[in-house]
């Protein structure tokens, strides 16, 4: 079973209960926010160029193709919950700049 370490939900238990214990006010919510998708995007190009890396290794004939398979599925895997996590995100967005005040 492939695991997907980008999103875990051991990461975001911590961070959920920092926030509803500190009071943070709406701008420090928006920059660890901010952070976090940074980080999330950081180890998407990451594991893009570990399975860059492991094409031309196998290239090279110093892995066999599981691997590079294994590793490419990963990176394509985690740019679909990327681009799926942002389409939810705006579609958050435009529902509340739909709602009536």
Do not use: C, H, W
């Not at 031309?56 to 590793?71: E, T, Y």
């Amino acid at each position: 079973m492939i695991q997907n370490t980008m999103f875990s939900t051991q990461a975001l238990q911590p961070l959920k209960l920092q926030e509803s214990q500190s009071g943070a006010t709406p701008a420090e919510s928006l920059s660890k926010f901010g952070s976090y998708l940074e980080d999330a995007i950081s180890q998407i190009a990451d594991q893009e160029k570990a399975a860059e890396e492991m094409s031309n290794k196998f290239m090279l004939g110093q892995v066999d193709v599981d691997q590079v398979m294994i590793s490419s599925q990963k990176a394509l895997l985690s740019l679909q919950l990327t681009s799926q996590v942002r389409n939810k995100v705006i579609e958050a967005y435009q529902e509340i700049m739909r709602t009536q005040v």
